[in-house]
């Protein structure tokens, strides 16, 4: 079964502009929900989680339980912010599930 | 973070052969994971351990085998390689739960079965 759906697999957005990635779960308990980056050449690395309410490289995710959403969000979007971002679910089982990925493109 | 060591970083075989893929973490994290990682699939989740001697299925666990005797080392063997385990292989080590909780990524493993 799908947990963690992210629709987009591609997205591109202009140097400044607003961008979100979507990323939709299916859990029947109570899911810590992560985002993930890979950067062109580097390693898999955690960019933050829902527990953390935190803000990191001015993104942000809110997890929305009724809609089961964890859309990761930024207002103005920068040429380094091009990478692949995943969405993941860590589920009581202690597994580890990810989404399909969203590959993000800034353009200058 | 060099804590966790994947090798080889690529590798090429032919179908049928048996190819074991290492992974070595120095943190002494108790939980280990093994993912592919394919176009349109993201990443998927092979096996996983929760401590030396403890391992269990994820999502795609057919033709994988994988062992776990000391708790740094969590190898993947295919024990029959086929054309469709072709893919970038990424082991991973979890530090924490909670608030804390964080996957850390080996380099990954191109693996190509011809």
């Known amino acids: 079964a799908q947990r963690v759906t992210q629709p987009e697999k591609l997205l591109s957005v202009f140097k400044g502009a607003p961008v979100e990635l979507k990323c939709n779960y299916s859990?029947?308990?109570?899911?810590?929900l992560f985002w993930y980056v890979q950067y062109s050449r580097q390693r898999l690395q955690l960019l933050l989680r829902?527990?953390s309410r935190e803000s990191i490289k001015g993104f942000t995710a809110d997890l929305n339980k009724g809609e089961t959403s964890f859309h990761l969000k930024k207002p103005f979007a920068q040429e380094e912010d091009s990478a692949m971002y995943y969405c993941a679910l860590s589920g009581t089982g202690n597994q580890f599930y990810f989404g399909t990925g969203t590959s993000l493109t800034v353009i200058p | 973070d060099a804590g966790i060591t994947q090798s080889p970083r690529y590798k090429i075989t032919e179908t049928g052969r048996q190819v074991t893929l290492m992974c070595h973490q120095t943190?002494?994290?108790?939980?280990m994971f093994w993912y592919r990682q394919d176009l349109g699939h993201g990443l998927r989740l092979i096996y996983y351990s929760a401590a030396a001697d403890i391992t269990d299925k994820g999502e795609v666990p057919d033709g994988y085998v994988v062992s776990r005797s000391k708790t740094e080392n969590f190898p993947l063997t295919l024990e029959s390689a086929t054309r469709s385990q072709t893919s970038v292989y990424f082991c991973?080590?979890?530090?924490?739960?909670?608030?804390?909780?964080?996957?850390?990524f080996g380099s990954g493993t191109q693996l190509s079965v011809l």
């Open positions: 859990y029947s308990g109570s899911p810590e």
């Open positions: 829902h527990i």
């Open positions: 991973a080590s979890r530090r924490g739960t909670g608030a804390n909780e964080k996957l850390f």
């Open positions: 943190w002494s994290h108790s939980y």
